[in-house]
């Protein structure tokens, strides 16, 4: 069974620092999304990765894939106090399968 | 607005009891997710429907029951609730079934508070 983690859970960073935030996942799978969800809010996608060394970027956040590893990594680069949120990784093998999620706060 | 329509936003029923909630994708999407969110789970798939049939099919309990109608809307019904029911439940819609990027787009969620 498709088992998709995430590290770490909870992030507590200042604005202006640099940060990652790992997806690791068990099966072979070359789809790997990136969504955000806000505080009693739904879920937005922000990145769509479908190959071995795929990159994405927008604004302050850049998303990669590394297929052989079975990682993706969310970075974010001087993070704004806009950015907190909770980011969910998800990949598909069959069906879509979420991580945990990461709870990011970005302190003033 | 995403275009993927949930009713109802809230609900409140007690153990026991039956309910239905009800989504409609957004157009032109033939694929809808159901999906339970919780404190202690996480987001956990329950069940795709693809134009009417059943996908794929993830951790839904056998109390829970779930249909996709001709007009392409989707129904998740939950029955004998129980405390631990209580949730949001997400429905999301894509154009795709299978092939290509599926990417959801995700409806603002029922919240089921049973007490």
């Known amino acids: 069974e498709l088992k998709v983690e995430q590290n770490p859970l909870f992030l507590s960073m200042q604005e202006g620092k640099n940060y990652t935030i790992y997806c690791n996942y068990s099966?072979?799978?070359?789809?790997l999304y990136w969504y955000r969800q806000d505080p009693g809010k739904s879920l937005e996608s922000l990145f769509v990765?479908?190959?071995?060394?795929a990159v994405k970027q927008e604004g302050r956040l850049m998303a990669s894939l590394d297929t052989k590893a079975r990682l993706s990594t969310l970075h974010i680069t001087a993070a704004v106090h806009d950015l907190s949120a909770t980011y969910f990784c998800?990949?598909?093998?069959?069906?879509?399968?979420f991580g945990q999620g990461t709870r990011l706060t970005i302190n003033p | 607005d995403s275009g993927v329509t949930q009713t109802p936003k809230h609900l409140i029923t007690a153990t026991g009891q039956r309910v239905t909630l009800r989504c409609s994708p957004r157009?032109?999407?033939?694929?809808v997710y159901w999906y339970q969110q919780s404190l202690d789970q996480g987001l956990q798939f329950l069940i795709q429907?693809?134009?009417?049939?059943?996908?794929a099919k993830g951790n839904i309990l056998e109390r829970f029951s779930a249909q996709q109608f001709p007009d392409l809307h989707s129904e998740l019904n939950l029955s004998s609730l129980e405390l631990g029911d209580s949730a949001l439940y997400f429905c999301?819609?894509?154009?795709?079934?299978?092939?290509?990027?599926?990417?959801?787009?995700f409806g603002a969620g029922s919240r089921l508070t049973v007490l």
């Open positions: 099966t072979t799978s070359d789809r």
């Open positions: 429907y693809y134009n009417g049939e059943e996908r």
């Open positions: 990765l479908l190959s071995n060394g």
């Open positions: 999301a819609s894509s154009r795709s079934g299978d092939s290509g990027a599926n990417v959801l787009t």
């Open positions: 998800a990949v598909e093998a069959q069906k879509l399968v």
């Open positions: 157009s032109g999407d033939l694929s």
